[in-house]
């Protein structure tokens, strides 16, 4: 005979009988374990995206290129910036905001130049370039005034052919 009881306890205890018979169900339906986040997992700042996002990629490809060249040949802003012929700050301005700088032609055919003797060089002699070019010892110093003075790419290529083997004796 059926009773409300049974109606109520016999799927329950189908349940567990069934649970109890196949034990590969409890390692499917375990929790997954909690993951706590810090505030210091989260990010610091957001970068907010611009609408314009077309006319800044050049000026920001003349920074990116400043900085590949300035870890290729390994120098310091200070150093760098007298190659491209600005000040220190004027640097940090240019870098901040290209276009506002009065010498931004300047500086950008000064980035290609450098970009063609880099691409033509060996890459053990691109760490080498600032001692070639402003030693007397190591190298000779009017190379280094044609880097200051913002030499072409073709200066720049027949001063590095000529001062090759010095490149090679210091690699």
């Known amino acids: 005979m ?5 109606r109520q306890v016999a ?3 189908l349940s567990v009988c069934l649970l109890a018979a196949t034990p590969g ?3 499917i339906q375990q929790p ?5 986040i810090q505030d210091y997992d989260l990010p610091q700042f957001v970068l907010e995206a611009t609408n ?4 800044n990629t050049g000026e920001h490809a003349s920074v990116a290129l400043y900085q590949e060249l300035k870890d ?18 004027s640097l940090y301005n240019w870098i901040n905001d290209p ?15 450098l970009n063609a003797l880099m691409m033509d060089m060996d890459k053990e ?3 080498l370039l600032h001692k070639v070019a402003f030693s007397p010892i190591d190298g000779d110093p009017a190379f280094g005034e044609a880097l200051l003075n913002g030499a072409s790419k073709e200066e720049l290529f027949s001063w590095y052919d000529e001062l090759y083997e010095k490149f090679d004796l210091l690699a």
Do not use: C, I, M
């Open 32 to 36: 997954e374990p909690v993951v706590f």
């Open 72 to 89: 290729e040949f390994q120098l310091s802003h200070t150093q760098f910036a007298s190659w491209l012929g600005l000040k220190r700050r």
């Open 52 to 55: 314009d996002q077309s006319a």
């Open 99 to 113: 276009s506002s700088s009065r010498s931004e032609a300047a500086v950008e055919a000064r980035l290609v130049n």
């Open 25 to 27: 169900v409890y390692a």
């Open 2 to 6: 059926e009773t409300t009881l049974t």
């Open 125 to 127: 002699h691109r760490s």
């Open 11 to 13: 799927p329950q205890v």
